[in-house]
């Protein structure tokens, strides 16, 4: 028998994300949103991880199709972001969460940065990635390429 949390953590809108926007929220940012006006019935993050983003995923709280202003869809992002990951930069994603009292509820991705810990680089590999990003980031409204960050945000 399906108790009633575990029927509202199945449970998904019209769209056909999961509804459960409680967890939804402590995935992305840690804590509760308390959704009110003021907010505009949106919460923007800039640090989304490769981990939380495939979390959102696999929980249903993600359209992987979707696209934020003829950005890559959210699937996109995170496969480049696992080969980002794959050559020593770290994956971050820009993004927003719309309120669950809007119809439009969603988790909408528009940027991503990666960033480059490592000192000593194969310059070859580093320059066919760059190639590879600007090939990704060719439709974002700016771009910052730089040889330990790479930027990239659809408005």
């Keep these: 028998m399906l108790d009633f949390k575990a029927f509202i953590r199945m449970a998904i809108n019209s769209n056909g994300l999961n509804i459960d926007f409680k967890r939804r929220e402590e995935i992305i940012f840690a804590r509760s949103i308390i959704w009110d006006e003021d907010l505009g019935g949106c919460e923007f993050f800039e640090d989304l991880t490769l981990d939380k983003l495939a979390q959102l995923l696999e929980s249903g709280f993600a359209e992987p199709q979707q696209t934020q202003n003829n950005s890559p869809t959210i699937q996109e992002f995170y496969e480049f ?49 760059i190639s590879a990003f600007e090939r990704f980031a060719q439709t974002a409204d700016e771009t910052d390429i730089a040889l330990k960050l790479l930027y990239a945000w659809w408005d």
């Excluded at 993004?95 to 070859?124: A, C």
């Design 81 to 129: 972001g696992k080969k980002s990951q794959n050559l020593g930069y770290e994956p971050f994603f820009i993004g927003y969460v719309v309120s669950p009292d809007r119809e439009n509820y969603r988790t909408s991705i528009e940027g991503i940065q990666l960033s480059l810990e490592i000192e000593t680089i194969d310059s070859r590999i580093c320059a066919d990635f």
